[in-house]
């Protein structure tokens, strides 16, 4: 064993992304038809699995996706909206027409040649078409066969009207109601509209799902690896985005309470809160009672405060503990700045009276901090996609490092039905004059 | 025909397989990010041995929102860690190390959350590992990876110190508020979830080609990859993306609005049938074609999209919630009440879809509980069993997968090798266990599907 090598060193030399387009990909023998219509969901799910390698057709109406246009304030750049900039990556642009018996024959001898189909259509939709799952394991029992919706394809609400955004999955999952400012007692929604329920700024509700689909469709695909057998698989937006609700549910099971808003505090954890500095804040955190000690010792509290006698953190996180230590806490991280209390962490680590244990001290950054941070930026997360259409374009990569299969992004988009001419001739045999004859009749 | 694949799905998953039944995982992890994960595939079937540092375990079993236990374990942690096996093996002991290589050799695949270079300076690491078992999937999950500055300076982290280094906290306030922390804990399990993309990939190609590998995941790096727009956008207008609240700048109109009852209301109409059937509900059907709101993009500029969710404010502030669900319902937008954890609970749709599942534990008896999210026609996935104290399963897995014998399994307890639970929260079984309820005797038949 090569034990010389010091571990990172060797890691390194395996799993660094700049070294990923040497390697082999984990998904390049899967087909995946992404049919998603107005789901960022959809495109985010297939994104994920042509990181690995999978081949993804991305099958648009002939006008373009809807989804194409969400972009933050409208802004276009080379005529994309950003948020589909960053989820068409790797993938084969093509258009189709569902709504035309063409297109859905066409539609149908793909399904013979894939493994994956991913849809997102109101339940039904595809079954009137024709092209529900019923109907296409008939052409092809492998296929695995995946609808990503608002209230998912059975239940009582299956069959409402209304759409699927992510802002409505993340007020239903449960979690967006207890996140937020505490309003200030006697005060109300007029003078303070931001101590109200607040939802996550990313799009959670919709990234999250799609990533719990992807997971489901490769453990369908070692099921089919074992038995041969397809299938089809849900997933509702709000109850894939409530599944990350870790205390919540069953506090209310056992207890009856409802979570409530606890500001930048935690409700199921101290010392774990953000805060205030003199340049803006930090997150501290110290889940080990020889953490939270830490920390008073760091700050230069360990006698003033009695940490030496502290037995049991569970004490501390009871609210009225919360309420307050919290105050005291802060009073010390306003006299430093974020440098500086993470220095002093670090340090902590190799000379304080608890060392090698040092309490979590990390600075709230700004996402544009975070794109110029030297440890993100030799870590391959911002490192610019070549894009022949789009140029030079950063979208968040490398996410996962790996020693044999690593991900890429080889690209990051595509204008609608860019690679018609290439996937039709590849999987359809259609000549120019067939293609030609399609497209008038508005079938790509 | 929807019906007909998804009909009696919650019966069906008493009699069906699991996707990834003969997958065997050897956790040796604690808190959320780590557990999060395997917790995912033991309820899609894999046989999940949790490695617990006796006697007190992972840090997270007494873990409480506001000092509260549900059935004498913390919520996150009974939330985190279903149908697991449960060994306590003290890792730092010689004779420990020896039953986990032998248990190792026996995985496909090993997950752990300590920081950088630890599994191997107790001789547990990849490398010693993938020499005794070539194929085996290794994955490592963290705050900041194995290599780089952060990782370097050994630096520990939590949720919170990546919603704080990611940006993500900062994109999820009010323009003009300090930047806000999540109720729950996003990275974490967004990093267990996407660790599990890796590991299942890792296992395909497994599948196909015999081998395995090692991979590192940090949480901050996975919960940037979910931020989409805000990198190109920095990157093209050199600005720094701002935070807006409720408001979903990408869509509109989608916002967060107060009513009549004083509920909040998350509506989205962004598509021009769903946009028109919000003016037709607000009995304003002209506002679909005025210049300003016509088209999406257009709608989507600042002062456009702010007029128009001030003219949907008003519109709610003097409705209920519930009638502004039962008008998107009729002309087809999204609206849903911000409903509260009482809410999910009770609602009859996740009921009857069995996402709201009832447990019934031999030591923790019945509970209900979120189920896992996605839905398997033919392999449906589930939570079967609830959290066992700190070296439940000591014996039988000792006994039924490396054939130890009584004494022999008596030496690995006296040597300090493997260890029980202490007698604290969250660490011991429920008061009033009977000492046999819920131990498998090996070779008994009472294998991990009936537990």
């Known amino acids: 064993m090569d034990k010389e090598q010091a571990w990172s060193d060797w890691i390194k030399e395996r799993d660094d992304p700049r070294i990923a387009h040497t390697r082999p990909e984990a998904l390049d023998d899967i087909t995946v038809l992404d049919l998603s219509h107005k789901s960022f969901a959809g495109c985010y799910c297939s994104s994920m699995l042509s990181e690995f390698g999978a081949k993804v ?67 039904g939709v595809m079954d009137g078409w024709g092209i529900g799952y019923e109907q296409l394991k ?32 993340q007020a239903r999952s449960g979690i967006q109601s207890g996140t937020g400012e505490v309003m200030p007692e006697g005060k109300g929604y007029d003078e303070y509209p931001w101590a109200v329920p607040t939802k996550a700024g990313p799009w959670i509700g919709w990234a999250q799902p799609a990533t719990f689909m992807a997971v489901g469709i490769l453990a369908a695909l070692h099921w089919r690896w074992m038995t041969g057998e397809g299938q089809a698989l849900d997933v509702a937006t709000a109850e894939a985005y409530a599944r990350f609700d870790d205390y919540a549910a069953l506090w209310y099971e056992g207890a009856g309470v409802v979570a409530e808003r606890f500001g930048s505090m935690d ?33 230069g509290k360990w006698d003033e405060w009695g940490a030496a006698d502290w037995t049991n953190l569970t004490v501390f996180t009871e609210k009225e503990q919360q309420l307050k230590w919290a105050p005291l806490v802060f009073a010390e991280t306003r006299k430093y700045t974020n440098e500086e209390l993470v220095n002093m962490s670090i340090e902590y680590a190799q000379k304080g009276r608890l060392a090698p244990i040092t309490p979590v001290v990390a600075p709230v950054c700004s996402p544009e901090e975070t794109m110029k941070d030297a440890n993100w930026l030799d870590r391959g997360i911002f490192t610019p996609v070549k ?33 018609n001419d290439q996937i039709y001739s590849e999987y359809m045999n259609f000549d120019a004059a067939k293609l030609d004859e399609l497209k008038k009749a508005g079938v790509i | 025909m929807a019906e007909k694949t998804w009909e009696n799905y919650k019966e069906k998953k008493r009699s069906r397989p699991l996707p990834l039944k003969g997958i065997r995982v050897l956790e040796v992890c604690t808190l959320i990010l780590g557990p999060a994960g395997p917790g995912f595939l033991a309820m899609m079937g894999a046989e999940v041995i949790k490695c617990e540092i006796p006697p007190l375990g992972d840090t997270c079993r007494d873990m409480t929102p506001f000092g509260y236990l549900f059935k004498g374990y913390g919520p996150v942690f009974t939330h985190n860690n279903p149908n697991k096996y449960w060994l306590g093996l003290d890792l730092h002991n010689s004779e420990a190390k020896k039953v986990f290589m032998e248990l190792a050799a026996k995985s496909d695949i090993i997950e752990e959350n300590l920081r950088p270079g630890v599994m191997e300076s107790w001789n547990v690491g990849y490398r010693q590992i ?75 190609y497994r599948e196909r080609t015999g081998k395995g590998q090692y991979i590192e995941l940090s949480q901050s790096e996975n919960i940037m990859r979910a931020m989409s727009w805000v990198w190109p956008y920095q990157q093209i207008t050199g600005k720094t993306a701002m935070p807006a609240g409720n408001r979903d700048v990408s869509i509109c109109p989608a916002d967060t609005f107060y009513c009549a009852d004083s509920a909040f209301v998350a509506i989205a109409a962004p598509a021009p049938e769903e946009f028109g059937g919000l003016c037709a509900a607000m009995c304003r059907p002209e506002l679909a074609s005025d210049p300003r709101f016509k088209d999406h993009l257009t709608r989507l500029k600042e002062d456009n999209a702010t007029e128009i969710l001030k003219i949907i404010a008003d519109w709610a502030r003097a409705r209920t919630a519930e009638e502004i669900e039962e008008m998107a319902e009729k002309h087809g ?8 954890v009482k809410d999910v609970a009770e609602d009859r749709h996740f009921q009857e879809r069995g996402f709201i599942t009832n447990v019934d534990d031999p030591l923790l008896g019945q509970y209900h509980t979120y189920e896992f999210p996605v839905m398997m026609s033919m392999t449906p996935p589930k939570v079967k069993w609830s959290v066992r104290a700190v070296g439940f399963d000591n014996e039988y897995i000792m006994a039924h997968h490396l054939g130890k014998s009584e ?5 690995l307890y006296e040597c300090g090798a493997l260890g029980k639970w202490a007698d604290v929260p969250g660490r011991r079984p429920p008061a009033d266990w009977d000492g046999k309820a819920g131990l498998i005797v090996a070779g008994d038949g009472k294998d991990k599907e009936q537990r």
């Not at chain 1, 991305?58 to 994309?80: N, Q, S, V």
């Not at chain 1, 066969?145 to 992510?166: C, H, K």
């Not at chain 1, 990569?397 to 044999?404: F, G």
């Not at chain 2, 004494?407 to 030496?411: G, R, S, Y």
Request: proline content about 7%; aromatic content about 12%; some cysteine.
């Open chain 1, 57 to 123: 057709l991305r099958i648009e109406p002939p006008e373009g996706d809807f989804i194409r246009t969400c972009t933050p304030y409208g802004m276009l750049y080379k005529g994309e909206g950003l948020n589909y900039l960053t989820e068409g990556r790797n993938k084969f642009h093509i258009t189709l027409d569902l709504k035309k018996p063409e297109g859905r024959e066409i539609l149908k001898s793909l399904v013979g040649q894939a493994d994956v189909l991913i849809e997102t259509y109101k339940p």
């Open chain 1, 138 to 169: 008939e052409i092809n029992p492998k296929l695995i066969f995946t609808s990503i919706t608002a209230y998912g394809q059975f239940g009582p609400m299956s069959q409402s009207r209304m759409p699927d955004y992510d802002n409505i999955a």
């Open chain 1, 267 to 299: 409700t199921a954890a101290w010392l774990y809160c953000f805060a205030p500095t003199k340049d803006g804040a930090v997150f501290l955190g110290g889940l080990r009672l020889e953490m939270w000690q830490a920390f008073a010792d760091m700050v």
């Open chain 1, 387 to 419: 894009d022949p259409v789009y140029g030079e374009l950063i979208v968040a990569q490398a996410q996962h490092k790996m020693s044999e299969t690593p991900v890429r992004t080889k690209w990051v988009c595509r204008p609608v039905g860019y690679n």
């Open chain 2, 130 to 204: 993938k020499e005794v078992n070539p194929g085996i999937i290794y994955i490592a999950k963290n705050g900041f990876g194995q290599w780089g500055k952060y990782a370097a300076e050994n630096r520990p982290s939590n949720d919170g110190a990546s919603q704080g280094f990611s940006g993500y906290a900062w994109m999820s306030s009010f323009p003009g508020q300090p930047p806000l922390k999540s109720r729950i804990y996003p990275c974490d399990d967004y990093g267990g979830l996407m660790g599990e993309m890796a590991v299942l990939a890792a296992l395909h």
């Open chain 2, 333 to 340: 937008f999204a609206a849903s009440r911000v409903y509260t």
């Open chain 2, 407 to 411: 004494d022999e399994i008596k030496q």
